[in-house]
């Protein structure tokens, strides 16, 4: 992969021996990243990026805003992480489980020595609890039946239905409003009914979620909300 100087970026340039095209993308660690044919001269790729300049700025900007947003956890004593669309205290202390009491997450400090994987551990745990408390309700308020529920880790997903009615749910979502959990579940569950995204699955969603459009909004608005799960940070790599 070559660099090119542009601007005060050093830019990767990807080169693909039957690529067409010149596309531009932009990391969440603030680099610049273009993909182009092999023969694609450096000329060429310059003023493809100066073209696009108000973009990459616009891109950089919101993955600054995002790190604002969500500053780099250490999962240290004190402080705070989201759960369930709350603010919870990180404490450690010297015991066999973890425990959730009021708004604090108390975790073994015997697993301090990988203290991010102890609280994915922990979250994995609580989303299996959860995610089947509001599957049975959703399912005898819908009157639907699923065939299994499955807890996945999934990188840009929240859920999936089989044919077979088979629901998976992505573990991370535990963080986020017991609304989008919610939401999310309604949708999946939609999916026994409609294998599809038409006009009569949405109103099934509509008809159990009538505020299906927001909850839909903060997913794609708080991608980075979950960030600090991820076994690789996109923000902090």
């Keep these: ?3 090119l100087k542009w601007r005060d970026y050093e830019v990767k340039v990807e080169r693909k021996r039957f690529y067409r095209r010149i596309a531009v993308f932009v990391e969440a660690n603030e680099s610049v990243r273009v993909k182009v044919a092999s023969l694609t001269p450096k000329r060429s790729i310059v003023q493809f990026l100066d073209q696009h300049a108000d973009w990459i700025d616009k891109q950089l900007q919101q993955f600054i805003e995002s790190k604002n947003q969500y500053p780099k956890l250490n999962y240290i004593e004190g402080e705070k992480l989201p759960l369930l669309g709350y603010q919870v205290e990180l404490v450690w202390v010297e015991r066999s489980k973890y425990a959730l009491e009021k708004s604090k997450l108390i975790l ?3 697993e301090f020595n990988d203290p991010a994987k102890a609280v994915r551990k922990v979250y994995k745990d609580l989303a299996v609890s959860v995610f089947q408390e509001r599957i049975d309700f959703w399912q005898n308020k819908m009157a639907l039946q699923m065939n299994s529920i499955k807890i996945r880790s999934y990188k840009s997903r929240w859920g999936s239905c089989s044919n077979h009615g088979d629901i998976s749910l992505n573990w991370k979502l535990v963080a986020a409003p017991l609304a989008v959990i919610d939401y999310v579940i309604i949708h999946e569950l939609s999916h026994i009914v409609h294998m599809n995204h038409s006009k009569d699955f949405w109103q099934l969603v509509e008809s159990h979620c009538t505020d299906y459009l927001v909850l839909r909004k903060w997913l794609k608005k708080h991608h980075f909300y979950f960030d ?9 790599s």
């Design 1 to 3: 992969m070559d660099l």
């Design 228 to 236: 600090f799960l991820a076994e690789k940070s996109e923000l902090y």
């Design 108 to 110: 073994p400090k015997q």
